[in-house]
């Protein structure tokens, strides 16, 4: 007598990640998952369901990304990664960390639960990132090796703290071999790494990166081992960049991720599925590309049985009709169909907003009109360093204008200061916009035009309990509230896109010609282990040196 199974899957072409091609072929799905691929005579099946000729391919895996920057919880988040065909992501909750610490981490996971997504944490390495910049909580390896017994992590996050290793940093070794030592591994983070310093990484066992931005870099990355994660967010867009070298002899070194992206740019473009539909549109054999947002991304995660279809692997697949301009027709996670999502977000107690500022802080002497300026870079979080010719008043104190707008870094937990600089790129033509995510330790940062707005902002932002804020000349404001640690929202993901989207409208009558996010640019201007020049409460950072720098040229 055959053996019945749960559901049967039939008159389909499923994807073989392992010979790169689509079979027309059968699946065999049972407690959650894939019993046996391929026809059969002696099973049988308590569900059949007929694919209608189309495609199914694995569920698609993000291979790294922070869920704060979505701005939504993790029930929320869900519901938009579902429509776009991810199953599986592997999360560094380190802003959460950072604002609140081990309480923080555990609300991640337990929300986490709240949904069919596969969430996996990699636990935040570099908590605060650096100790140029003051954050809410600091992560020791003790802190974190308890965490170790929780099923939902999965390893050591981004190593974004290059000198600790090159410096044998005691607490940094210890949390890689706590890592490794659990049965895991640790994530990279090589931004402005040489490849003798990627040398570094791998020799404590560092063996993936997610920020190349070119071929080059993606190549160096490869050639010492390294597994890369071609990334393509809200602001951080390396992917047309890389995939010029990927080929079918290297491509298993390749998979994708979002890193950060905000909620409105997942509902208007997608998830890991844009990766896959650019590659595509790039030239990649649709084969190639979905392998490399599943079964790569899996391997490069270290997680067994994930991201293929077939015999013993986790029943996550996606339904598509086409294979170019594709869209998710259905999702299945662990055998289960994955319909319409009803869940309650967890409440979480936040940190209180604690900075103060007056418009006498918003005061920035300059000994000349010469004076080091931050220089965005659309579509990236790197910036340029500059020295520039900008306006004064008769007191010798910096004048913003149309160009040239202050930037200032405000400590949010205890009150411990601010730093001040000037920044180009905004093209504000008045007011300001101010936020609670200002990477990575999520201090209060705002930048504008005019100073009674920036301290309106600051205002708001206090009384708020943490959040994002525009406020014109005239002292009018739009405000999206994140009641969860001033990072994410707890309300729906509609509402959330739409405050974002009421944020970046009135953005736009403010400033001219600008096509990029502003907020989630604003937020990685104070994150100082990313060149070139960046700023946090304690003052202008030149990365390329790595110490702090007087604004004066």
């Excluded at 809410?136 to 974004?160: C, Q, R, S, T, W």
């Excluded at 990334?231 to 979002?258: A, M, W």
């Excluded at 598509?320 to 996670?333: A, Y």
């Amino acid at each position: 007598m055959g053996k019945q199974v749960y559901l049967h899957i039939f008159n389909a072409k499923i994807l073989d990640v392992f010979n790169q091609r689509f079979e027309d072929t059968e699946l065999w799905i049972d407690n959650g998952s894939i019993y046996f691929r391929g026809k059969s005579k002696d099973l049988t099946a308590k569900n059949n369901f007929n694919a209608e000729g189309n495609y199914i391919v694995p569920g698609l895996i993000d291979a790294h990304l922070h869920i704060e920057s979505s701005l939504l919880a993790q029930s929320e988040l869900a519901k938009l990664e579902s429509r776009h065909g991810v199953t599986s992501i592997f999360a560094d909750p380190h802003e959460i960390g950072s604002v609140s610490g081990v309480s923080g981490l555990f609300y991640m996971i337990q929300e986490a639960r709240n949904t069919p997504l596969h969430i996996h944490y990699m636990l935040p390495s570099s908590v605060p990132a650096t100790n140029f910049e003051h954050a809410g909580a600091v992560l020791h390896a003790d802190a974190l090796k308890p965490f170790y017994g929780f099923p939902e992590i999965n390893g050591l996050a981004e190593v974004m703290d290059f000198p600790a290793v090159a410096n044998g940093d005691p607490d940094m070794l210890e949390k890689i071999r706590d890592a490794q030592a659990a049965g895991h591994h640790a994530d990279g983070h090589g931004a402005g790494l040489t490849r003798e310093q990627l040398a570094v990484y791998r020799a404590v066992g560092i063996d993936t990166d997610h920020e190349s931005t070119s071929g080059k870099e993606a190549l160096e990355r490869i050639q010492a081992g390294m597994k890369v994660f071609i990334r393509e967010g809200t602001v951080e867009r390396d992917e047309k960049s890389i995939l010029p070298v990927v080929r079918k002899n290297n491509q298993s070194y390749f998979s994708f991720c979002t890193d950060d992206k905000s909620a409105i740019d997942i509902q208007k473009e997608g998830s890991v599925d844009n990766n896959v539909r650019l590659a595509i549109s790039k030239g990649i054999p649709a084969e190639r590309a979905f392998t490399m947002a599943s079964y790569n991304a899996a391997v490069a995660q270290h997680v067994k049985n994930v991201g293929a279809l077939t015999d013993g692997f986790i029943a996550d697949l996606v339904i598509i009709s086409n294979l170019d301009n594709f869209v998710t027709e259905k999702v299945m996670t662990e055998g289960n169909w994955v319909d319409k999502l009803e869940s309650k977000v967890t409440t979480f107690t936040s940190p209180a907003v604690n900075a103060e500022l007056s418009l006498n802080d918003l005061k920035l002497p300059l000994k000349s009109d010469k004076a080091h300026v931050i220089n965005i870079q659309p579509e990236h979080i790197t910036t340029k360093h500059t020295i520039e010719s900008v306006n004064r008043d008769q007191q010798g104190n910096f004048v913003a204008d149309q160009d040239y707008a202050k930037i200032i870094v405000a400590e949010r937990y205890h009150n411990l200061g601010h730093g001040l600089g000037i920044i180009h790129g905004f093209n504000m033509q008045e007011g300001a916009i101010g936020s609670t995510i200002a990477h990575d330790s999520h201090n209060m940062i705002i930048a504008g035009v005019d100073d009674k707005p920036m301290i309106i902002a600051y205002d708001r932002l206090k009384r708020m309990g943490g959040g994002m804020i525009l406020v014109d000349k005239n002292g009018f404001t739009r405000e999206l509230p994140l009641e969860i640690a001033g990072l994410m929202s707890d309300k729906p993901y509609q509402e959330v896109i739409a405050k974002q989207k009421s944020l970046k409208g009135a953005f736009a009558k403010i400033s001219k010609g600008i096509d990029f996010d502003p907020f989630l640019t604003l937020s990685f201007m104070a994150l100082p282990v990313i060149p070139s020049l960046k700023i946090t409460d304690q003052g202008l950072f030149d990365f390329d040196q790595f110490k702090f720098i007087d604004i004066n040229a």
